[in-house]
């Protein structure tokens, strides 16, 4: 799943006629990285929630084939924030109610593999498996620790949450479909009792939320089009 159903409010005026994940990074919508990386990774299946602006996400994208994917939309009158937007994409995502499934947030710029075998399967008996990242500089005081391999509410040193996680539907089995919920206390909750897993991404990332880290964004894609021209690749 790619959450893409936030209003992009610090990026206006740019979102007041474009939604966010549209918006142009090296020849592509933002979005568009996201649908190679996971195309590349093995996925087939796609999952995007849309609020704002969403019917220009869907006329862009359409049924996925451009990317080589399959495509579904889950449409929000309201932005639902994401554990409420997930709760809603459920039956989309793990129709059996047991099989865990990726999400991405949709305004992130990364080279996180989303075929890492963290990212492709949840140890028995974990609910979630979160990528972490050093902390940029307009989130310094980070998100979570490490601890032996699980992600912990407190500790020290705090990282930011990149926004990937693998997740089990169960962590979601109190939550309603169509209403507001935020993603933190659950795993907060689910943290405290051992059942989330995480790892650190030392490498690019990019938080795309406002117009100077969108340029930031296009200026690293563009480099990294050079690299694989350079390299011989497509």
Do not use: C
Not at 197 to 218: C, I, P
């Amino acid at each position: 799943m790619i959450l893409a159903a936030g209003r992009g409010e610090r990026m206006r005026p740019l979102t007041d006629t474009t939604p966010k994940p549209l918006l142009d990074v090296a020849g592509q919508p933002l979005i568009g990285w996201h649908l190679q990386a996971l195309r590349a990774a093995g996925f087939a299946q796609v999952v995007i929630n849309h609020a704002w602006l969403g019917a220009q996400i869907e006329a862009r994208l359409q049924d996925g084939a451009a990317y080589g994917l399959q495509l579904t939309y889950s449409a929000e009158t309201q932005a639902l924030e994401t554990a409420g937007g997930i709760a809603t994409a459920l039956p989309q995502l793990s129709p059996d109610g047991a099989t865990p499934f990726l999400v991405v947030n949709g305004d992130v710029f990364t080279d996180i593999d989303f075929a890492q075998p963290a990212l492709q399967s949840l140890a028995p008996g974990r609910l979630a498996h979160l990528i972490l990242v050093p902390n940029p500089e307009h989130h310094p005081t980070g998100d979570f620790a490490l601890a032996a391999g699980l992600a912990v509410a407190e500790g020290s040193p705090l990282y930011t949450f990149s926004g990937v996680g693998l997740y089990h539907p169960a962590l979601f089995a109190q939550t309603p479909a169509g209403q507001p919920a935020k993603l933190g206390p659950l795993l907060r909750e689910a943290m405290a009792q051992g059942l989330v897993s995480a790892s650190l991404h030392q490498g690019q990332w990019l938080d795309v939320g406002t117009v100077e880290r969108l340029q930031w964004a296009r200026t690293v894609a563009l480099q990294r089009l050079g690299d694989l021209l350079a390299a011989g690749g497509d």
